[in-house]
């Protein structure tokens, strides 16, 4: 069984930013062999893919809502993936969402296919 456990949501004002982490745990899962993405769905939207890295961490993507705002990294060795989060804006108020998936980059970013193991998520809030 994989276990993905977000953290570090919470409300900030626009303007600010948040550090979001995903913590993997699994007792036959290889988090290094694993694409992550970060997700978010606000209420009443469909869920939107916000970033999605390579399981070596050297290629990454992003949707153009957060291009150059957003930034997601891995540390391997803690089997953790992060999303700093800058220059949050109100429109960025959602839950946002880890997943892991075995496929190649291209077809993680593609959105061709399901990812295989998600998280509860995590409350993202940004208002004045």
């Known amino acids: 069984q994989v276990t993905l456990v977000e953290s570090g949501g919470g409300l900030v004002r626009p303007g600010g930013s948040l550090r979001l982490s995903c913590e993997a745990s699994g007792r036959t899962f290889t988090f290094s062999q694993y694409a992550m993405g970060w997700y978010r769905q606000a209420p009443g939207k469909l869920r939107e893919r916000v970033g999605v890295i390579s399981w070596s961490g050297v290629r990454t993507a992003y949707a153009d809502s957060v291009k150059g705002r957003f930034t997601i990294s891995r540390d391997n060795a803690k089997n953790t993936v992060y999303l700093q989060m800058n220059s949050l804006k109100p429109e960025d108020t959602a839950v946002y969402y880890c997943?892991?998936?075995?496929?190649?980059?291209?077809?993680?970013?593609?959105?061709?296919?399901?990812?295989?193991?998600w998280g509860q998520g995590t409350q993202v809030t940004v208002s004045s």
């Open positions: 997943a892991a998936d075995s496929s190649p980059f291209g077809t993680a970013v593609s959105g061709r296919k399901e990812y295989e193991y």
